[in-house]
């Protein structure tokens, strides 16, 4: 069953700009599906149509409603003078959920990113990689069946990300929701995700299936691995990095 839809959609600012050219493509639930391409190719705009953030300018959107979506942005956004416990639960009080139904959910986002010990910790006293975490909770906790990422760890260390890439996999397979990621790193698109789509000049350029042969193992030296990441790669042509 599909998830999100977007149909011959195409994205035009105020200024003349087009952001998206007559984009089609559907993600199923239960999928997780990469955006590559490189800065200002249009893979921010397109999360932000799924969203509901943008309405097209032509074309349309179909699926889930806007509440039935999570979404991490590239900075984390936390609110510097609120516990970890506040920033993740702020969403759940707006909503009027109830204390414990919030307290329920709270102790379930925290165990999902490993930061069960730091419900009371501030902002400033988490490193970059566990505001991220926090970022993720606020979202979890919403429960959606749909997680669009904006390029969430491209700030962090590699090791960092490296640890943020298998808790969200790890995530994604428990919660069986459908995820959207935003990511200029050919290497982070082939290891998170089970499709990429290649994204150039607000247009979708090519579409990869990425082989999950050999998960159990260390993927990342994976002959299929490999192989996904040369092909994303040659897609991008010369703008195309392995960061």
Same mark, same amino acid.
């Given at each position: 069953m599909? %998830? ?9 600012y105020?200024n003349?700009?087009?952001a998206?050219?007559? +984009? ?9 599906? %990469?955006? !590559?391409?490189p800065?200002?190719c ?5 999360l932000r ?9 032509t ?9 039935? +979506?999570?979404?991490?942005?590239q ?8 516990? !970890?416990?506040?920033n993740?639960t ?11 139904? +919030? ?18 910790a ?5 490193s970059?990689g566990m505001?991220?975490r ?21 700030a962090l260390?590699?090791l960092?990300?490296?640890r ?6 790890a ?9 959207v990621? !935003?990511?200029?790193s !050919?290497?982070?698109a082939a290891?998170?995700?089970?499709r990429?789509?290649v ?5 979708l350029k090519s579409?990869?299936? +990425?082989?999950q042969t ?8 994976a002959?299929?691995?490999?192989? %996904?990441?040369?092909?994303l ?8 990095g392995?960061?």
């Amino acid at each position: 069953m599909t %998830a999100l839809a977007l149909n011959a959609a195409s994205l035009q600012y105020d200024n003349g700009f087009t952001a998206l050219r007559d +984009i089609t493509a559907e993600f199923t639930r239960g999928s997780f599906t %990469a955006l !590559v391409g490189p800065s200002g190719c249009g893979k921010s705009s397109l999360l932000r149509l799924l969203a509901g953030l943008e309405p097209p300018s032509t074309g349309s959107v179909s699926g889930l409603a806007q509440s039935d +979506i999570g979404f991490v942005f590239q900075e984390p956004t936390l609110l510097a003078w609120r516990s !970890v416990a506040d920033n993740i639960t702020l969403p759940l009080k707006i909503e009027g959920h109830s204390q414990n139904e +919030i307290a329920a959910r709270l102790a379930e986002a925290l165990q999902l990113v490993g930061l069960a010990d730091f419900a009371d910790a501030l902002p400033r006293q988490l490193s970059g990689g566990m505001k991220m975490r926090v970022s993720l909770a606020r979202a979890l906790a919403k429960r959606p069946p749909v997680l669009l990422m904006d390029e969430p760890f491209a700030a962090l260390d590699e090791l960092t990300r490296f640890r943020l890439d298998d808790d969200l996999r790890a995530i994604w397979q428990q919660q069986n929701c459908t995820i959207v990621f !935003v990511t200029h790193s !050919v290497t982070e698109a082939a290891y998170l995700a089970e499709r990429a789509l290649v994204m150039q000049d607000g247009q979708l350029k090519s579409a990869l299936a +990425i082989d999950q042969t050999g998960r159990a193992d260390n993927f990342r030296s994976a002959p299929n691995y490999m192989a %996904a990441c040369a092909e994303l790669s040659k897609a991008l042509g010369h703008e195309a990095g392995t960061g």
